[in-house]
């Protein structure tokens, strides 16, 4: 018999309401729908930080409530989980998996699809685009017209303590968050540890 046969019958772990809540949760799929509607909406709303539309209020209002209520569902399930047991994957190709691995890799995958798209984007305007310099050199720049150029983001960001202090609070964020991650892990996997600590 697999430790998958001898963990629980169930792979989400036993339902009965006494021995907690099951582990998994449609919440955080409610919560990005709340948020996909707000950021569509307040969209909506400005222009270039102008307000130019009321219209939209309401449904960004709908937006928010829709995340509160996926936060409060979530939060809910969460406190009832005493930890006494780790849910499994059932499908293919994860099945007999620990739901949290699986959720790990698929954190990891996604942050190699964000940030992979957002390098590749730069690199192609970086080589697709000619530069402002050597447009300028080759005197094709001509004072107040439009030119189609590219700056090197070097240029901007070391021109303003106002461009560099969010790409810095943003590093060091993914830094903080990336380290929060391991060390949730490492405590969850602990088991000589209270359950108070462990909370």
């Given at each position: 018999m697999s430790s998958y046969d001898d963990h629980h019958p169930s792979g989400w772990g036993p339902h009965d309401w006494g021995h907690g809540a099951p582990h998994n949760s449609w919440s955080p799929l409610i919560m990005s729908i709340g948020i996909g509607v707000f950021l569509f909406s307040v969209a909506g709303v400005y222009e270039w930080g102008e307000?130019?539309?009321?219209?939209?209020i309401g449904v960004s209002i709908a937006g928010l409530a829709i995340i509160f209520i996926g936060l409060t569902v979530w939060w809910r399930q969460?406190?009832?989980?005493?930890?006494g047991y780790e849910p499994r994957s059932m499908g293919t190709p994860f099945r007999g998996i620990e739901v949290r691995k699986v959720a790990v890799w698929v954190f990891l995958m996604s942050e190699m699809m964000v940030f992979t798209s957002l390098f590749s984007t730069y690199m192609r305007y970086r080589f697709g685009i000619e530069s402002c310099e050597s447009v300028f050199m080759s005197g094709e720049w001509v004072e107040g017209s439009s030119v189609t150029c590219f700056e090197p983001a070097g240029h901007l960001i070391a021109s303003s303590w106002f461009h560099l202090a969010p790409g810095a609070i943003n590093t060091f964020a993914l830094i903080i968050s990336s380290f929060t991650i391991v060390q949730a892990l490492r405590y969850a996997g602990m088991l000589d540890i209270d359950e108070d600590r462990r909370r």
């Open positions: 307000f130019i539309d009321a219209s939209y969460d406190y009832t989980f005493d930890g």
